[in-house]
């Protein structure tokens, strides 16, 4: 089974950096399993930001980033505002055999 | 502009069956293929299924595989996902999702509000 790895939470002051990371329990993560990332505030639905590893999605502000980084996927956002404080997933894709998608657990942002 | 409304959730008793619906409007329906991604209360998201935009190629997660099936009606520009054999931990928020135009493997693009489905007795 696979596992898909994330912190499950980080902290960022106003106007500073933050890289979240997407990992693998077994294996390193690459532009091969076209990470996305999707950010989801409490009771709303997820909201599309990264895809193909480091594509903005329409509308996504550049203060967020994708990138491999080591053998992790990584978002990172340049400027964190009050706004940005909210739940961030990845997900993989396992193209090999019988195509799935895992999501990681999900890391929540707090913003103070 | 391109949007997607989930319904048919509720609730229903473990075992039973539910069919939720998708409905797609804003962009070429048929052109895409269309995702199920599932969220347990205070969870997660989960991926549960995919459906190729002509309908010919369907995929589930092992949690649900063989009681669930997706389809679609690209003449109604709606997406399904019929749930049998429920149980109670399929109690969840269920999101449609489209698919990257012709890369699928690129995951989710469009979400929908979501549709919550609780199993209990």
């Known amino acids: 089974q696979t596992v898909v790895t994330q912190e499950p939470s980080f902290s960022v002051s106003p106007g500073g950096t933050v890289t979240l990371t997407c990992g693998l329990r077994?294996?390193?993560?690459?532009?091969?399993?076209?990470p996305s990332w999707y950010q989801q505030t409490p009771g709303q639905a997820p909201r599309t930001l990264i895809y193909?590893?480091?594509t903005r999605s329409s509308g996504v502000p550049d203060r967020f980033s994708g990138s491999i980084v080591g053998n992790k996927a990584a978002l990172t956002i340049t400027g964190a505002q009050a706004e940005d404080e909210s739940n961030y997933y990845c997900?993989?894709?396992?193209?090999?055999?019988?195509?799935?998608?895992?999501f990681g657990g999900g890391t929540k942002l707090t913003v103070l | 502009q391109v949007q997607l409304v989930e319904s048919g959730g509720g609730v229903v008793q473990p075992g039973r069956s539910l069919r939720v619906s998708c409905a797609a409007s804003?962009?070429?329906?048929?052109?895409?293929?269309m995702h199920w991604v599932r969220q347990a209360p205070g969870e997660g998201l989960e991926w549960v299924a995919i459906?190729?935009?002509?309908?010919?190629?369907?995929y589930y997660a092992d949690s649900v595989k063989g009681r669930f099936t997706i389809s679609r009606d690209n003449s109604k520009n709606t997406l399904y996902l019929q749930m049998n054999s429920l149980r109670v931990e399929d109690t969840a928020v269920f999101y449609c999702?489209?698919?990257?135009?012709?890369?699928?493997?690129?995951?989710?693009?469009?979400w929908g509000q979501g549709t919550t489905v609780t199993v209990s007795s």
């Open positions: 804003g962009f070429t329906f048929s052109s895409y293929g």
């Open positions: 193909n590893t480091n």
């Open positions: 077994s294996g390193s993560v690459s532009t091969s399993y076209y």
């Open positions: 459906i190729w935009n002509d309908g010919n190629y369907k």
């Open positions: 997900v993989l894709y396992m193209g090999s055999g019988i195509p799935n998608w895992v």
């Open positions: 999702a489209r698919g990257h135009y012709g890369a699928l493997g690129y995951g989710m693009d469009v």
